[in-house]
């Protein structure tokens, strides 16, 4: 072998298009920046004062709670209602599909309403036989409570679009998969619970996440029947001091800070389900900062 | 024991037995016979139907027409009088748990480690305690020579690893009668060898094998009996001396210029 040719020096492409590009979108961030530092009536300090006011926590508490409780009713009756809509059993088939048609086809505020104003036709509601006897009365206004219809309404909505999603991550998982499950002697449901969805969750987990952050934000929606999650709160506190802005400003930082520990909260999840996908894992963020502190300082921000 | 199992009755008898996909009929009435402990190589040309019949000796597909048995019970049906009926999902399970299959393209479960490919059965099927389906996983994996990658995912072993673990997980159910649906079809060359090896071993062990292949220097070495498919009949049957290295058919003939 000959000995080693230089290493190419080439004088590199210019590209004066992103520096005008950089450039213009720097000077609008400056003046928005500018904006929140320099307008006083944003009042930053009613902002800071009522960022860990008392209802305020209670409003997030409830925000979380409705979100948590909401997706919970809405991934559970999702993957009934994709695995009814995958049935060989037309009726089955036909539940499901009408349900989502019918869920997915009206506004969520108006379904959410709707619970929230069924007693008012509604009286009473009761268990037993249908058309025969009963064994168990409940005044619905009693059983329908605000926190109810916001649970009813914003899960059972949310349950039409996750059975969609599951129904996606169902189909991904190959038809190999099912007949080695069969051949080994295992059931339908044990081929469900075991091999189909522990690799369908790989394709749920990322749409969900996705709902999951729309819901964080849907739950607002709760306000209009007056249950004081944190939009509801907010709207108390400024129908009293007329400080409008800055409490959606205080709300806006929870609702942001609650959407980016959901991020935290996705990433070990789909890390989770992603085993064998790939032939190794990556790394997970706090262990990239170890290896950064120990194996090689100072790399970065050379 | 069952005196079904043991001598008289075959391992797998067909007669005339029939499979329709829509119009196209694909089986047009197998008859073949294989005994308990007896090596079987089902040979033809692709779309002949071979894999088809093998899909239906464990009910993966429906025959429409005809006799399948195994091990002396009809497969998916049940015979009372001269009313046949349909087995319930539970029962089909059940009697599928008896025959291992080893497939084409693997189907090993990709989020389990090849150990958990192996336990999942006995586990979950059989409800063997876990600590016992490990030790039995284990010596099964060593049996396949795959001890020391008992901890790797699929994805991280080569094709010829993990259709060697599918052969393992197949054995975790201790079967009477094993399927191999052409076993070494999805494989690079170099790496055929190391299945058609472990598949040596089961039958030198004196495991009944249905394999449906085109490997015909395995079928030559191996097998007991060999049948050639066409079209959807078996157009030969014997040993391979017979009918790999004289056939009589012309038809079969014709397919080994092809593939020999």
Not at chain 1, 42 to 51: G, H, I, K, P, Y
Request: net charge positive; glycine share 10%.
């Amino acid at each position: 072998m000959a000995t080693r040719p230089d290493d190419i020096r080439a004088v590199p492409v210019r590209h004066p298009g992103r520096w005008v590009a950089a450039a213009a979108l720097g000077v609008l961030v400056a003046m928005l920046v500018h904006f929140l530092v320099t307008q006083h009536k944003l009042r930053w300090d009613v902002v800071a004062s009522n960022l860990f006011a008392h209802p305020v926590l209670v409003g997030v508490e409830r925000t979380v709670l409705l979100t948590v409780g909401c997706m919970a009713i809405g991934v559970v009756l999702g993957v009934v209602l994709a695995v009814l809509r995958m049935s060989p059993n037309p009726v089955l088939k036909g539940v499901s599909w009408a349900y989502i048609w019918f869920f997915r086809g009206t506004p969520v505020l108006v379904q959410l309403l709707f619970w929230f104003f069924l007693p008012s036709v509604v009286a009473s509601l009761s268990v037993g036989v249908p058309f025969g006897p009963s064994f168990l009365h409940a005044d619905s206004k009693t059983v329908v409570t605000q926190l109810v219809s916001v649970l009813l309404g914003l899960g059972l909505n949310e349950a039409a679009y996750m059975a969609e999603i599951a129904r996606a991550g169902i189909l991904s998982v190959d038809a190999g998969q099912s007949e080695a499950a069969a051949a080994l002697g295992m059931r339908r449901v044990q081929t469900l619970r075991r091999i189909v969805l522990p690799q369908a969750m790989r394709v749920i987990i990322p749409p969900t996440g996705n709902e999951t952050i729309s819901m964080l934000k849907t739950t607002s929606l709760a306000s209009t029947i007056g249950y004081l999650e944190l939009l509801g709160t907010a709207q108390e506190i400024y129908a009293r001091n007329y400080l409008i802005i800055p409490l959606l400003l205080c709300i806006s930082l929870w609702y942001l800070a609650l959407t980016s520990v959901s991020y935290v909260g996705q990433y070990y999840l789909e890390r989770r389900f992603g085993r064998g996908a790939a032939r190794e894992l990556p790394p997970t963020p706090l262990q990239r900062v170890r290896v950064a502190l120990a194996g090689r300082p100072g790399q970065g921000l050379g | 024991m069952t005196t079904a199992g043991s001598g008289a009755a075959p391992m797998v008898r067909a007669e005339g037995v029939h499979k329709r996909f829509g119009r196209t009929e694909v089986l047009r009435g197998i008859s073949l016979e294989v005994a308990a402990g007896e090596v079987c190589c089902v040979i033809g040309p692709s779309g002949s139907g071979k894999s088809t019949f093998l899909r239906c000796v464990n009910h993966l597909e429906k025959i429409d027409a005809g006799r399948l048995e195994v091990d002396g019970t009809l497969v998916g049906y049940r015979e009372e009088g001269d009313r046949i009926h349909e087995l319930r999902e539970r029962e089909v399970a059940a009697t599928r748990r008896d025959i291992g299959m080893v497939f084409q393209r693997f189907n090993l479960f990709p989020h389990m480690t090849a150990l958990g490919n192996v336990m999942e059965a006995p586990v979950q099927v059989l409800g063997t305690a876990k600590r016992d389906a490990e030790t039995a996983a284990r010596a099964l994996l060593d049996r396949v020579g795959l001890g020391d990658r008992a901890g790797a995912y699929p994805a991280q072993l080569s094709g010829g690893q993990q259709q060697r673990v599918a052969i393992a997980r197949a054995l975790a159910m201790r079967p009477k009668l094993m399927l191999f649906d052409e076993p070494t079809s999805a494989l690079d060359p170099e790496l055929v060898g190391e299945v058609l090896d472990v598949m040596r071993g089961l039958a030198a062990d004196g495991m009944t094998m249905l394999v449906v292949t085109h490997e015909m220097g395995f079928a030559r070495e191996v097998a007991d009996q060999v049948v050639f498919i066409d079209e959807g009949v078996v157009v030969e049957a014997g040993p391979p001396a017979d009918v790999i290295t004289a056939p009589r058919e012309p038809r079969t003939r014709d397919f080994l210029s092809k593939v020999l």
